[in-house]
């Protein structure tokens, strides 16, 4: 596609629910992260995947939260008994290589409410 | 204390003035420095990427990152209704990937 998509872009869920939010990225990249932004914050790290393995996924907060990336491509954040705390939007990012001096493409996030 | 520091704002400017954005850090591995551009419930966009101190130009922008003060600026010459938005100043290390460390963001409103 033209650029990373995630959906669904709103999800409403009531607190003790899994939720898996997904990831598209631009086809050919190999290098795939998630981070998180919680209202008036900056995004924050959550894990990156090189391929089909996570690479770093010291930025998941507990062992609630779960992604995969099984064929390399899209990817799948997974949250099990979620809590108000994890209301925030979810962001997927995607580059051509993991280098550090290759451009990351964001996708327009994942806004998620835990009411 | 946070590894980047960042005035939230919000800062109003008229348009055509010259915008100073600027972070501070603490972290002495941060290598690679990033200012992104974020539209109200949209992801970042990349504006720059620095490598090394000194200045660096695009167009209307200039990035500007000095290592020994830990500090590195952005400006927006002759700025323009379309730039508001909020800006985020980014940071990587030298582990070989992108892991990226934000700071807050800055609120920017320019009014025509």
């Known amino acids: 596609g033209a650029g990373v998509s995630q959906t669904p872009s709103n999800k409403v869920t009531e607190k003790g629910k899994y939720v898996e939010l997904r990831c598209d990225p631009i086809s050919g990249h190999t290098a795939l992260y998630w981070y998180r932004q919680s209202l008036g914050q900056g995004p924050e790290f959550l894990i990156y995947?090189?391929?089909?393995?996570?690479?770093?996924d010291s930025g998941l907060p507990n062992d609630r939260f779960f992604a995969v990336r099984p064929e390399g491509s899209v990817s799948t954040l997974k949250i099990q008994r979620t809590e108000r705390g994890d209301s925030a939007v979810y962001l997927c990012?995607?580059?051509?290589?993991?280098?550090?001096?290759?451009?990351?493409?964001f996708g327009q996030g994942t806004r998620l409410t835990v009411v | 204390q946070k590894e980047v520091e960042q005035d939230p704002g919000p800062l109003s400017v008229p348009e055509g003035a010259i915008v100073s954005l600027n972070c501070t850090y603490s972290n002495s591995a941060f290598q690679y420095f990033m200012w992104y551009r974020q539209y109200s419930r949209k992801g970042p966009e990349l504006l720059m990427y620095?490598?090394?101190?000194g200045n660096k130009e695009d167009g209307r922008f200039t990035a500007q990152v000095d290592k020994s003060s830990k500090y590195i600026s952005l400006f927006i010459r002759d700025s323009q209704p379309s730039d508001s938005a909020t800006y985020l100043c980014?940071?990587?290390?030298?582990?070989?990937?992108?892991?990226?460390?934000f700071g807050i963001g800055t609120k920017l409103q320019v009014i025509p």
């Open positions: 995947f090189q391929g089909t393995g996570a690479a770093d």
């Open positions: 990012a995607s580059s051509r290589t993991g280098e550090e001096d290759t451009e990351a493409f």
């Open positions: 980014a940071m990587i290390d030298s582990g070989g990937y992108q892991k990226v460390t």
């Open positions: 620095t490598y090394s101190s």
